[in-house]
C-alpha cells in the first residue's frame, strides 16, 4: 500500500496525523468527444437501468476512474485527488470536474454499506486491517472520514465525493455476488435477496448493466479514462 493511500485510510478508520507523500497524479486532460457519435443523444429503450446520471456529466474536464479490486480505496483516493490537484495547478472550480468512479468486480464491497460489512466479515474477507486497531474493518472505510480529518482529506469518502459532483457507478454483474450472499443467509428467493441487497447499497450509487459498460458509456460523455486500482 502506498504512504498517501494508507495514511488516508488511517484517517478514515481512526484519525491520526497524516502528511501527504508520493508523486502527485499526472494532469488527465479531458478525452475530446468523437466527432461521429453525438452521446448525449442517446436514449434508454427501457426504464429498466437508470441513466440519469449521463445528465450531470457536464463538467468542462471529465475523467472516469475505473476500480475493479478493492486496492485500500485506491479508486476513490485518486479519484478526489485528481479533483483537488486540478484546483490547485488550474484554480479549478469543483463544477468545472466531472470525475465518474467505477466500482466493479472484486472491488463491489466498497459499493455496500457498514451494516453488509460487519455482516459478512468483509474486511476479513478482503484482508483489509483499520492501522489503528490492527482489526479487521468491520465498516466500509471510504465512507465518512473520522472526526477531526484535516483539509483537503476531511472530504475524501464516498458520500462527499457523490455531494460535490462526483457520480459513482457500481457494477450489477459484480452486485449478483452480494445478491447470493443474501439469498443464501436469509433463505431467501433472488427477487427478495435482491431487494434486501439493495437496500444496503450506498445511496447515491447507481448500478449499472456491468462495469465495462459503465466505463465506456463515461468514455462516450468525453471522459478520460484511468485504472485507478
Not at 478514515?12 to 499526472?26: T, V, Y
Not at 465525493?161 to 459513482?168: D, L, N, P, Y
Request: hydrophobic residues 45%; glycine residues 8%.
Amino acid at each position: 500500500m502506498s504512504t498517501p493511500r494508507r495514511r488516508f485510510l488511517g484517517w478514515l478508520g481512526a484519525g491520526g496525523a497524516f502528511a501527504a507523500a508520493g508523486a502527485p497524479i499526472p494532469h488527465l486532460a479531458a478525452a475530446s468527444r468523437r466527432s461521429d457519435v453525438d452521446a448525449d443523444a442517446l436514449v434508454p429503450v427501457s426504464a429498466t437501468w437508470n441513466m440519469a446520471w449521463v445528465d450531470g456529466i457536464k463538467g468542462k474536464y471529465r475523467a472516469v476512474f475505473d476500480s475493479p479490486e478493492v486496492s485500500e480505496g485506491a479508486g476513490l483516493f485518486r479519484a478526489c485527488l485528481w479533483r483537488d490537484q486540478h484546483k490547485e495547478v488550474y484554480g479549478t472550480a469543483r463544477e468545472e470536474m466531472s470525475p465518474v468512479l467505477v466500482i466493479r468486480h472484486a472491488a463491489i464491497p466498497l459499493a455496500m454499506n457498514d451494516a453488509y460489512w460487519a455482516r459478512f466479515s468483509v474486511g476479513k474477507d478482503v484482508k483489509l486491517k483499520d492501522m489503528a486497531t490492527k482489526k479487521w474493518y468491520t465498516t466500509n472505510p471510504i465512507r465518512v472520514s473520522a472526526a477531526g480529518t484535516p483539509a483537503p482529506w476531511s472530504d475524501y469518502n464516498l458520500e462527499s465525493f457523490m455531494a460535490q459532483g462526483g457520480t459513482v457507478l457500481a457494477c450489477n454483474l459484480a452486485f449478483r455476488q452480494v445478491v447470493a450472499q443474501f439469498r443464501r443467509a436469509d433463505k431467501l428467493d433472488r427477487a427478495a435477496a435482491e431487494e434486501r441487497a439493495k437496500e444496503h447499497l450506498i445511496p447515491g450509487i447507481v448500478l449499472q448493466p456491468s462495469g465495462i459498460f459503465a466505463v465506456l458509456r463515461a468514455q462516450e460523455l468525453g471522459c478520460a479514462y484511468i485504472m485507478a486500482s
